[in-house]
């Protein structure tokens, strides 16, 4: 008959007993220490930002916006133009984007699709072990086993595609031809793993529906379910675009690492990343190494743009994705 | 029709059978890669290899111990940056997170993951090598210290919100406060998720070499200390393969060979775990 006892610990004064109790049991304390750390994540970016802009200072003063498009990379002369890093690191991503857009999305297509759930998951196990493999392996094997094979390749790609200017040219092996091929080994399964998911995620009555009117499978597959992920595939070509673009050490070991301008993809180039890999460490003076650290700024500007355009399409079309 | 019906099932098996060309290609690759690896690098594996220093020039023999130490200091560096604030910020994002500052962290995680790696490196290298004048494994170690970072929180969050909120709800209701229960009931329940996020992790900056270059910056003998430059696998394997000695590059296959095993072997346990948890959820 005893009342009941609830009001007894009713606090007092609501809000003060309340951040009194909280600080107390450790919320507030795990509040603060934990947001921190999320918030040492933006500190860290900006301050990357900040790093590379500084550092940067003597080679921007002095070239300014011209740096961008001044063709000489001469450190002795102290004459810094980005211009043929940048076509380099443009030339061999493109190429690369050029193999690995049909091979990826096609395998996604067919284990998404296609293969038999057991068989389908073996293979993008299989698959996305080979994203894991470390670049400088992959260069390594480049250097090691495809040059060649593309050396004794050369006359059959020659006959075929000589008459075109990009097959002109002597051949030595190291060329931004290399360099494309090595990076679409290296993206592929990026664009496998997120275009499967992405394709996985389509609701099956859009592929019911195509098969119910009389479709083929491909028909289904082709103007259905690939139109319907098409944000999420174009999404992950970005994210490869922007891996290829930053990838460095298996362009420099292939890349000939020349800085030059050529319209052949037989001659050898060069790549933003690639000439920081080789020169940073023995750069000497202040405008040589700002210079350097400029090239980085560049790439980091690419990667980022290109970056955040495919999260944006990425996620809207499924919320995996966002954390590879 | 009929020609028109058989020309529709012509294109279909066609594109289907490119479609499975396609995998087999890419899964190829990997075989091909694996097998090429095994040949060449197991072959001239040794005991040496992982007890010697590396030998000089034209002398046969020698072993890279000094560099199998190096990347074992930096990786547990990395760690030390890494791990902590990666873990802590995933508990931020997944427990008390609120809209839009989450959302801000989320999307900066996702482009700081996108940033080449090389460039952390040059930011490693502007934040310790500058002042300090000389190359040392403490630069190496921030550089995939912060490589490490975003996919630190990411992993941390989404294992963590894989824990059913049944189990929260009843670690408070027996009155236990917000944060005794994500310490108590919540990260326990999601630890192995989050161990085996950060072995991939690991695994993957253990092959980085390109920010290493000019941080860790590689060293021929025993590094002498943490603040002194040191060696280490994947850059061992660069400056090896890319030299003009026959020695040095079958030093580079065995060594690109005990990299890879490492990797891919963490990889497939980490990878054979998550997906037996997976199932176990279902």
């Known amino acids: 008959m005893s009342a009941p006892a609830t009001t007894i610990d009713a606090p007092p004064e609501g809000r003060a007993r309340s951040l009194w109790k ?63 890093f940048i076509y380099g690191t443009i030339v061999t991503s493109a190429l690369a984007m050029i193999i690995a857009i049909p091979l990826g999305v096609g395998a996604a297509i067919f284990l998404a699709e296609l293969a038999p759930p057991g068989i389908s998951s073996a293979l993008t196990f299989l698959i996305e072990l080979l994203a894991a493999v470390p670049s400088v392996i992959i260069g390594f094997l480049g250097f090691f086993v495809l040059l060649p094979a593309l050396l004794r390749a050369e006359p059959y790609i020659r006959s075929a595609l000589g008459w075109t200017p990009l097959f002109s040219g002597p051949f030595y092996g190291v060329s931004f031809f290399t360099a494309g091929v090595v990076l679409s080994v290296m993206i592929v399964p990026f664009i496998i793993s997120i275009s499967r998911e992405v394709i996985l995620s389509v609701p099956s009555d859009q592929r019911e529906a195509a098969l119910a009117l009389g479709a083929t499978r491909w028909e289904s597959t082709w103007d259905v379910v690939v139109p319907f992920a098409r944000k999420g595939i174009v ?21 000939g690492n020349d800085p030059k301008i050529s319209a052949s993809l037989f001659a050898p180039g060069y790549s933003i990343a690639a000439v920081i890999a080789n020169e940073f460490a023995e750069a000497t003076g202040d405008l040589y190494q700002g210079a350097l650290i400029e090239l980085g700024l560049v790439l980091f500007a690419l990667t980022i743009i290109i970056n955040g355009a495919a999260r944006i399409l990425v996620v809207s079309t499924t919320r995996k994705g966002t954390s590879q | 029709m009929t020609w028109n019906k058989a020309r529709r099932k012509t294109v279909n098996v066609f594109m289907l059978a490119l479609t499975g060309l396609c995998t087999v290609f890419a899964a190829g690759t990997l075989v091909y890669i694996l097998g090429y690896l095994f040949v060449h690098g197991a072959s001239s594996l040794s005991w040496n290899f992982f007890t010697k220093l590396p030998a000089p020039v034209g002398e046969a023999g020698g072993g890279m111990a000094n560099a199998i130490l190096g990347s074992a200091k930096l990786l547990l560096l990395a760690s030390c940056v890494g791990v902590p604030i990666g873990f802590l910020g995933g ?39 500058v002042p300090q004048k000389h190359f040392s494994t403490f630069a190496g170690g921030l550089a995939l210290g912060v490589i490490m970072l975003p996919i630190a929180i990411r992993s941390s969050e989404e294992f963590l919100r894989n824990v059913p909120l049944a189990l929260r709800e009843g670690a408070m209701a027996l009155g236990a406060s917000k944060s005794k229960a994500i310490f108590t009931v919540v990260i326990p329940a999601a630890k192995a998720g989050i161990i085996t996020g950060i072995m991939l992790n690991l695994a993957r900056v253990a092959g980085e070499t390109a920010p290493l270059l000019f941080t860790a910056f590689g060293n021929r003998f025993w590094s002498p200390g943490w603040n002194q430059p040191t060696a280490a696998l994947p850059e061992m394997i660069f400056r090896y393969s890319i030299s003009a000695y026959d020695d040095w590059h079958q030093q580079a296959w065995s060594a690109g060979f005990v990299l890879l095993v490492l990797v891919l072997g963490v990889n497939i346990v980490a990878r054979l775990i998550l997906a037996n948890k997976a199932h176990v959820a279902r």
């Not at chain 2, 508990?91 to 460039?119: K, M, Q």
């Open chain 1, 22 to 84: 909280r600080l107390r049991d450790g919320d507030e304390i795990a509040h603060t220490v934990t947001f921190l750390c999320a918030f040492a994540v933006i500190a860290v970016t900006a301050l990357l930002v900040f790093e590379l802009y500084r550092n940067s200072e003597p080679s921007r003063l002095k070239f300014g916006w011209s740096f961008l498009w001044t063709k000489t990379w001469d450190p002795v002369a102290g004459k810094f133009g980005a211009l043929p």
């Open chain 1, 235 to 255: 999404g992950s070509i970005f994210l490869a675009l922007a891996r290829s673009l930053g990838e460095t050490m298996a362009v420099t070991m292939v890349i």
């Open chain 2, 91 to 129: 508990v931020y994002l997944a427990e008390f997170g609120g809209s839009g500052f989450s959302s801000a962290v989320r999307y900066t995680t996702d482009l700081l993951n996108g940033v080449p790696s090389i460039v952390m490196g040059i930011f490693a290298y502007a934040l310790i090598v």
